[in-house]
């Protein structure tokens, strides 16, 4: 599931597919359409203003070569825990913005029926292509709210090059340094999207009861293979500086020589894990495949990798004038675990259900909003 990024936040997966609601653009690329209100299928056009902001960040050359926009759709809903705002203008209305793959494509229909709920009209501009054309809608105001992560904030758009693995201290950081762009961080959910190794279940008592990245030294040099997309095995924060991190030289007859190291593409890695191939395999820590091949994830016992929460993050002016924003949102982040979306993850990518669906059952379940 996870994307390429251009700088920081770990290569964030892609859908392995194509999202369903978007199947008819050509190239698996799309821009979400605009579901103002209404939670039937259907499309609407996009407002002058959303085409002038997609204009200025060089999104609409797409249509150009015949795509346009996807429908958008939302199950109708009722309020739950997530209550009608009473005073709400007549027409109040935000744009909820996301990224096309398959986590961000279920939190964005979530942050979609949230606002909706709560009696927004609603312009769905989630499944935006890449984590850049979403950070320019947020900062250029052509969208009011997305889910982010503190280290792609960090990393990726605020140009720091050292993450910070405490996720409060992490969060607390973007919150501070977005501020000045315009951008007001709500508290962070559990979920934390962030690179792992992982073991499959069945070689665990085999490598003598390994559950800890640092138990990776005790292993004989035999056992120390392991499957990395290419991504990961050259990033200035990836392979290498984990290695060394742990104390184990990479590329060294004594440390992970050059041929215990294999490479795949993203979703193989899983698979070659899961297979035997090799006895470790990069993996992210919300990814449904863990709990499918039922793999395990070992502890990041020297707390390498930067923390990856995700969080609602709202334009500060929209948030100043919706203030009830606030609540609607911190009433959903507590529930979303990496547990959580493992399994709705698993249900998009291996199940094929629609993310609308997906988000909307889940919602119903932890009881934020109800059926109508």
């Known amino acids: ?63 150009g070569c015949g795509l346009r926009p996807a429908t958008a759709y939302t199950p109708d809903v009722a309020p739950g825990k997530i209550k009608r705002i009473d005073d709400l203008p007549q027409g109040a ?33 989630t499944n935006v292509p890449g984590s850049v054309p979403v950070r320019e809608l947020m900062t250029n105001g052509g969208a009011d709210m997305t ?16 993450g910070i693995p405490d996720k409060k201290k992490q969060w607390q950081a973007v919150h501070d ?35 800890k990245l640092s138990q990776l030294e005790d292993l004989p040099v035999k056992d120390r293979t392991i499957c990395v997309e290419s991504e990961f095995n050259s990033r200035a924060d990836g392979l290498v500086p984990l290695l060394k991190a742990y104390d184990i030289p990479r590329g060294k007859d004594d440390g992970v020589p050059a ?6 593409d993203t979703g193989a890695v899983y698979t070659a894990t899961d297979r035997g191939s090799c006895n470790f395999g990069e993996v992210f820590t919300t990814d449904g495949r863990i709990q499918s091949l039922d793999l395990k994830i070992l502890e990041d016992d020297r707390h390498y990798f930067p923390a990856y929460n995700v969080a609602p993050v709202l334009r500060t ?14 009433a959903v982040t507590p529930e979303l675990t990496d547990d959580a979306l493992r399994s709705l993850n698993l249900r998009v990518d291996e199940g094929g259900e629609l993310p609308a669906d997906v ?7 932890q009881g934020l909003v109800s059926r109508p």
Do not use: C
């Open 1 to 63: 599931m996870h994307e390429t990024t251009p700088t920081g936040r770990p290569g964030r997966r892609p859908a392995d597919r194509p999202d369903p609601i978007s199947a008819d653009l050509p190239g698996g690329s799309s821009l979400a359409g605009s579901a103002s209100g209404g939670g039937s299928l259907g499309s609407r056009r996009l407002s002058r203003r959303r085409l002038g902001v997609l204009a200025a960040l060089g999104l609409l050359p797409l249509a």
């Open 93 to 125: 209305r935000i744009t909820v913005t996301g990224k096309n793959f398959t986590e961000q494509l279920i939190l964005g229909k979530i942050g979609v029926i949230a606002a909706r709920a709560a009696g927004f009209e609603v312009d769905d501009l």
């Open 147 to 162: 889910w982010e992560y503190t280290g792609t904030a960090w990393l990726t758009y605020l140009g720091e090059t050292k």
């Open 177 to 211: 340094a977005d501020l000045d762009n315009g951008l007001t961080w709500l508290p962070p959910a559990p979920l934390n999207n962030t690179y792992a190794l992982a073991v499959r279940s069945e070689a665990v008592e085999e490598l003598g009861g390994i559950t």
């Open 259 to 264: 041929g215990n190291i294999s490479l795949y």
């Open 317 to 330: 002016e929209t948030l100043k004038k919706h203030p009830q924003l606030e609540d609607v949102y911190e």
């Open 359 to 365: 988000a909307f059952d889940f919602m119903v379940e």
